[in-house]
């Protein structure tokens, strides 16, 4: 009997169920979609500024000052000491290798370069654009191109030469205040140290490197005769925004904080990491762009928490709402029902395994729309999709139910304190 | 009883002795509202606080004279543009001897304003009465305990005493910043670069780094891409992260709402009937029912409209430690949008019960 109602009631009420469906299904798929977003917009802004520049500087240790007036490096490449370029792709053995995205390593002197028939002091800088590295089996893809997004390039940009190229000279980028003091065009041929290079591109970064000769590393170190050297390294590595315990100085801790400290991507942690695996590197976050940086992220992610929170229960309330109203709506039935004698634990079960049917199909309704919204928010905002976990699947049931119970229970409640010959006679 | 007492009594009546109903419609209309509001109060000033939080990076230009010094007209003309949003502190840089003769960047500038421009150096300070700030590899060179060292420039020497030892994980590492007047007497240079902070928005930025190029066409104005790009890219995303939910949820929350007010419409199919029975026009009960659900809805809306401006003081409040205003230009479209949804949601089941006879309706049909 009591299934033959539940099923009963399902077949002769379709529009009341499914605009309860529809209340339940969009209540989660906002619940779905929020979670999703609210988890993920801070992962997804701190990589879109991985792209943006990297955060940790890399340095030989015992090396000399650096003499660096307005980014332009007034040191001698003869002085002082190196990175080994072979020791590069080590970073990627790290504990946090997976979030180091990319690095550029540097290689620069002052040199007299002739442009059309004059000789000028010109900085030469020589770095990676987009060079194919390998570490173990993993490969990779790493440069100027995809870390230093600001770097604009009219033309093309060089390729990255493993050895000087054979049949012409090799590209080169002309700074762009460069080019326009000397005239420099794109196609035209500079001379350094008795090589010919040929400018492929015209690049404009607003810093030093506006002034330079920018060239792919391995040419440059050709040049300078300082073959597999370079000076500094910038890396752009995911990290977690500073806390207290972040701060902390790791020799003063105790082993067990310790390795929590390790195992968390602060920048220091991930810094003292890169410099336990390559030899003689001091490795340093860049303070104006890791800790204002970290910041920022905390804030938009507890913004988005809090909007959440603010649209689930939202979401709670409408879903509660329309639930209560489906119910109400049906006092009359629960006014028959009492008077043939059904009893008040009879008809709230009957009303209430009607809601957990509602919810549960609500809910995975609501589960898959939601997932596909936050897959297509991520690809329109972030230009990559926002996966969902499949274990929020778990969470938004259970929501679904305690939502849509909530709202029936009351309803159901208040139907049933009338007199059912009261409710039958429609004066409730 | 006049006719328009009547309507007016049968208006509030029917909201009063069904209380439960009146109320399940209410909160739905005001929650669409919350939502709707404090999503768009957020968004509308989200850029203004994020770009606050920006200031904290500190100089996001850098002014350098192509010739000669920055005197106090070029100084002045910087902070006529930036009047007040901003900040600048004059620099002056030079190449000298360290204690062992090899070679170090120093630098002139006032080291309080320095200090402050430049807040996230992690410092550690020595002696409160010395005069220089020195980065943290230098010191680590010349004075790793703190003790004062000699610096010479041509034929002249100071004895620098270190006032903080700061690590910024740049190039000013390996800088020694005097006190200006020192770094002046020491090197007989004045400054000729300017850090500059200029706060605002990403357009805002823009336009006044446009603005000093134009006011100084003999020095170079360059923007520090990776914080102005940053800032740009951080605010524009994040704006449109909120737009974009803030719009699903709001549409989403609208059809739940849609679907409360249209059952309990249908619910009400026995008034309905019996209105038409004794008599009532259609365009009467319509009028009823369109009456009935705007009074309602602009109840909800109302109410939705102060939580909503609640909920955004709040968030701004609990996240950015400054209460976000509420709009009252939303307050208009709130109250309008909530109310044509509400006409759109009770008037369309009413369409459907005129096309069955009332006496249908009466006996349960």
């Known amino acids: ?428 | 009883v006049s006719r328009r007492q009547l309507f007016i009594r049968l208006l509030l009546k029917a909201a009063w002795v069904r209380k439960d109903r009146a109320l399940t419609a209410l909160i739905s209309v005001a929650v669409v509202a919350t939502i709707a509001t404090a999503g768009l109060t957020v968004y509308y000033d989200l850029e203004n606080k994020l770009s606050r939080e920006f200031r904290s990076f500190g100089a996001n230009v850098v002014i350098t004279m192509r010739n000669g010094n920055l005197d106090d007209s070029v100084l002045s003309a910087i902070n006529s543009k930036l009047s007040g949003k901003g900040d600048d502190v004059p620099v002056a840089y030079a190449i000298a001897g360290g204690p062992d003769n090899s070679r170090v960047v120093i630098a002139g500038a006032d080291l309080r304003h320095l200090r402050e421009m430049n807040s996230w150096w992690s410092t550690r300070t020595l002696d409160s009465a010395g005069q220089a700030l020195v980065g943290s590899r230098a010191a680590a060179l010349y004075s790793a305990s703190g003790a004062p060292f000699q610096v010479q420039f041509g034929a002249n020497k100071i004895q620098v005493r270190p006032q903080a030892v700061f690590t910024s994980g740049s190039d000013d590492d390996s800088r020694i910043y005097l006190d200006l007047p020192d770094f002046t007497r020491l090197t007989g240079m004045q400054p000729n670069t300017a850090l500059v902070r200029i706060d605002g928005r990403p357009r805002e930025i823009q336009a006044a780094v446009a603005g000093l190029m134009a006011a100084l066409p003999e020095a170079e104005v360059k923007p520090i891409r990776q914080i102005t790009q940053a800032q740009t890219s951080v605010v524009g995303k994040t704006r449109s992260v909120v737009l974009t939910a803030s719009a699903i949820v709001v549409v989403m929350i609208m059809l739940c709402m849609i679907a409360t007010f249209t059952s309990s419409v249908l619910e009400r199919r026995k008034d309905f009937a019996v209105m038409k029975a004794l008599g009532a026009s259609n365009r009467t009960v319509n009028v009823l029912f369109a009456a009935e659900a705007s009074l309602l809805s602009l109840a909800g809306a109302a109410a939705g409209y102060l939580a909503g401006s609640a909920i955004a003081f709040w968030i701004g409040k609990a996240n950015f430690e400054a209460a976000i205003w509420p709009q009252p230009l939303l307050l208009p479209p709130v109250l309008l949008g909530s109310v044509l949804l509400a006409l759109l949601a009770s008037t369309a089941p009413l369409r459907l019960l005129q096309q069955i006879q009332p006496a249908g309706i009466l006996r349960g049909e």
């Not at chain 1, 940790?56 to 000491?81: F, H, M, Q, W």
């Not at chain 1, 050709?222 to 050297?229: F, I, M, R, W």
């Open chain 1, 1 to 428: 009997m009591f299934f033959r109602l539940l099923f009963e009631s399902f077949r002769r009420q379709k529009r009341r169920k499914s605009l309860a469906l529809l209340a339940i299904a969009l209540g989660m798929t906002i619940t779905t979609a929020m979670l999703a977003v609210g988890n993920d917009v801070g992962d997804k802004i701190n990589e879109d500024l991985r792209r943006n520049g990297g955060n940790l500087l890399l340095t030989p240790i015992d090396d000399t000052l650096d003499v660096n007036i307005g980014g332009v490096n007034l040191k001698p490449a003869s002085e002082g000491r190196f990175i080994a370029e072979s020791d590069l792709p080590k970073m990627k053995g790290t504990f946090w290798g997976h979030n180091i995205k990319g690095f550029v390593p540097y290689l620069s002197d002052l040199q007299q370069v002739r442009i059309k028939d004059q000789l000028i002091h010109v900085e030469v800088i020589g770095t990676y654009f987009a060079q194919p590295l390998h570490y173990g089996k993993d490969e990779f893809t790493t440069g100027a191109r995809s870390v230093n997004g600001w770097w604009k390039v009219e033309g093309q940009w060089p390729q990255d030469y493993p050895a000087w190229p054979e049949n012409q000279p090799p590209d080169v980028l002309a700074g762009s205040s460069l080019a326009r003091k000397t005239g420099l065009a794109l196609g035209d041929e500079i001379e350094l140290r008795g090589k010919k290079l040929r400018i492929s591109g015209i690049l404009n970064t607003g810093g030093a490197e506006d002034q330079a000769i920018v060239a792919p590393l391995h040419i440059v170190q050709q040049l300078l005769a300082k073959p597999g050297e370079i000076q500094r390294v910038v890396v752009s590595a995911l990290t977690k925004p500073e806390d207290a315990f972040g701060r902390r100085d790791p020799s003063k801790m105790t082993p067990a904080d310790r390795d929590r400290w390790y195992c968390s991507p602060y920048a220091n942690s991930i810094a003292l990491q890169i410099s336990e695996a390559l030899p003689n590197v001091r490795a340093e976050q860049i303070r104006q762009v890791e800790q204002t940086q970290g910041k920022v992220l905390s804030r938009i992610s507890g913004m988005m928490l809090l909007l959440t929170i603010a649209a689930l229960l939202a979401a709670a309330l409408a879903v509660s709402a329309a639930m209560a109203a489906t119910i109400l709506e049906r006092r009359s039935e629960v006014g028959l029902m009492k008077s043939l004698g059904a009893s008040n634990g009879t008809v709230a079960s009957l009303f209430l395994t009607e809601a957990g049917f509602l919810a549960l199909a609500g809910g995975v309704i609501g589960f898959l729309a939601g997932a596909l919204l936050a897959h297509r928010i991520g690809q329109t905002v972030f230009g990559s999709p926002i996966d969902v976990q499949p274990v929020v699947m778990a969470l938004v049931i259970f929501a679904a139910f305690v939502v849509t119970f909530t709202g029936s229970a009351g309803a159901v409640r208040k139907a049933m304190r009338f007199d059912p010959a009261v409710v039958l006679r429609g004066e409730a």
